[in-house]
């Protein structure tokens, strides 16, 4: 009785240490994705003859790089005599396909015309993909020369902050130091917003660049969203001056910046005539027109008129701009507030957008927008139509008396929805292929974890269970941070938070490889033991020792238990503490055995009472009346 007592007070004890406060899991990390994207492009000429097959292949994939699409363009639209065999995806516009594209690397051509031929533009990305942990402050990353034959001038660096992560970006400096937003370089130099930055190196060194990020909860964007840009707005600002412009609100949505447009033309007034400087929260030149245009009349009876031209547009970002006028002449601003608002319903295949005409009464231009994190790709938009747009349409199509511009592009897409007086209401799915996140759990060696149960929390929740093999998969279909709690044999063994999948998610479990020694009191193996590890009721292990007194190897989850070591009428019960892995050494109190009934193992103590009772024939009396072998409790209440 005592025995069982024993078991059931450090069972109590080991479920209260299982049901206290458990320790906070640790804040999520995040992450920005650097993309290294190396383009090649060259001309070709398709010549096909009888019924051949031309098939374009993309050529080998520089070390440390991966093939991104490869893309092969007809400049005037392809023949209609060519026929596609073999491409992931075609761009159409106005009926006429301009471009082919294929993520593995090979398209097929045919021709209905054994004489046909046409010229082709290939183009062929490459990308290499590092991950920087995000924080406050300077987030450092290099750009090297790539491998050959490429050069830095087939470079373009891609600096992407996921729209879930609490971060945005205010500035990028240079190698030298020196701030490259607002410089104003070309406008393909540099394109840049708060959760992207692009860096044509064709303008820039090789060298460390320094990205300046600001953590707020206010750069948390929408992974799903609706855009919508109300009519441009009209004012002037006078030369030698500068004028300050708000965002301005609108119930129900976010204004997240402005596009912005100034332009004159002026006559031509000299080399030191000025310009335009337009300056906000964060800016990107988008657009640069600068030029002299001559106006001739008939005969010198009206001289020449030189005009200058003169257009810039930026994209601000932020609740407020500024033009600033160094021109002799007065300038024109438009520009138009840009707002969004989050919309969508996630599924395992993609996200279902509906779009009402309240949502868009007052916009000129709407969009639906999708930007997903590096797991997901969109292969496809259906309208409410039913019409299948950008796996087989990529551009700008007839929509009426307007075009409506469709852009599908790897993790990213959008869709107009309205222009002017056209418009599409409805119910918009965007089709989306999902890379199964695989979590891999490994115990204190790095040995896999087998049976683990994994809850996942978040945007959505889900339960998967890891294999023999320690791995688990789960298709994580809408975007955000998630907590991970991982169990085994019913005890929490780890915890995380995921800011940021950069890939497989390896998770180091409080899981240790344990295996017993048991020997008697005169230090020798003990054969046939059974160790037994407890919580509560629910058995974590349970192990027999072989004839060198040892178990097998067995991974337990860490925390105190109640260890049972049991050799046939002899046991031992102790709450122990599992925090390492190892052999563990058990002895138990057997003296010796009686062969002659069975192998009953003897004590310390029975020894000692069997020697004292010697004389009173105590012993011979027991047995001889045949009483069967007492139970444990029986002998400790003997005792």
Known sequence: MRLRTLWLVASLVVLSAVLAPAQPAPQAQYYARVEYILTAKYQTSLMFSGN???ELSAPPTPAGYELAFMRVEFPGGMPK?????????????????????????????????ANATCEARVVVSYVKVAWVPLKAGEVTFTVEEPPPPFTKKDLVVRFTIENHAPY????????????????????????????????????????????????????????????????????????????????????????????????????????????????????????????????????????????????????????????????????????????????????????????????????????LVVQLPSYGRVVGIRTPTGAELGSTFEGLLPWGSELRDVRVFMSEAYIQVKAFDAFEPGTYTFQIDWKPVTFKLVDDEGQPVGGAVISISGPINTTVVSDDGGLARAVLYKPGAYSVEVSFKGVGVAKLQLGTLTGEVTIKCRVYRVSWLVVNAWDKPLAGAEVAVASGENILARVVTSDQGTTPVVQVPGGQFVVRVGYKRVASTRVEDFSSSGVRKVRLDVLFELPLFGGIPITTLEAGLMSAAAGSGAVGLMLARGRKPATVEEEVFEE
């Open 81 to 113: 005599s060519i026929i596609p065999v073999k491409a992931d995806r075609a761009e159409v516009v106005n009926e006429r396909t301009l471009a082919l594209i294929t993520y593995t690397g090979s398209i097929k051509l045919a021709a209905s015309d």
């Open 168 to 367: 945005g970006i205010q500035d990028v400096k240079g190698p030298d130091g020196q701030s490259l937003v607002g410089s104003e370089p070309d406008p393909d130099a540099l394109r840049i917003d708060y959760k992207h930055l692009e860096l044509n190196m064709s303008y820039y060194d090789l060298g460390a660049y320094s990205v300046t990020v600001k953590q707020d909860e206010g750069y948390v964007l929408p992974s799903s969203f609706i855009v919508i840009e109300p009519a441009f707005k009209e004012d002037t600002v006078a030369p030698g001056s500068s004028k300050r412009y708000g965002i301005g609100r609108l119930s129900g949505w976010r204004g997240i910046g402005a596009v912005v447009v100034v332009y004159s033309v002026l006559p031509l007034a000299g080399k030191g005539s000025g310009g335009v400087e337009v300056v906000g929260e964060l800016v990107d030149f988008a657009y640069c027109r600068d030029e002299i245009v001559v106006v001739r009349a008939a005969s010198f009876l009206v001289p020449n008129l030189n005009l200058r031209v003169y257009i810039r547009v930026y994209i601000v970002y932020g609740s407020w701009f500024e033009v600033r006028n160094s021109m002799r002449g007065t300038v024109n601003v438009l520009y138009t507030p840009v707002f969004i608002k989050e919309a969508g319903e996630w599924q395992p295949k993609g996200v279902s957008i509906t779009v009402r005409e309240s949502d868009v009464k007052d916009a000129v231009a709407a969009y």
């Open 52 to 54: 051949q097959v031309i």
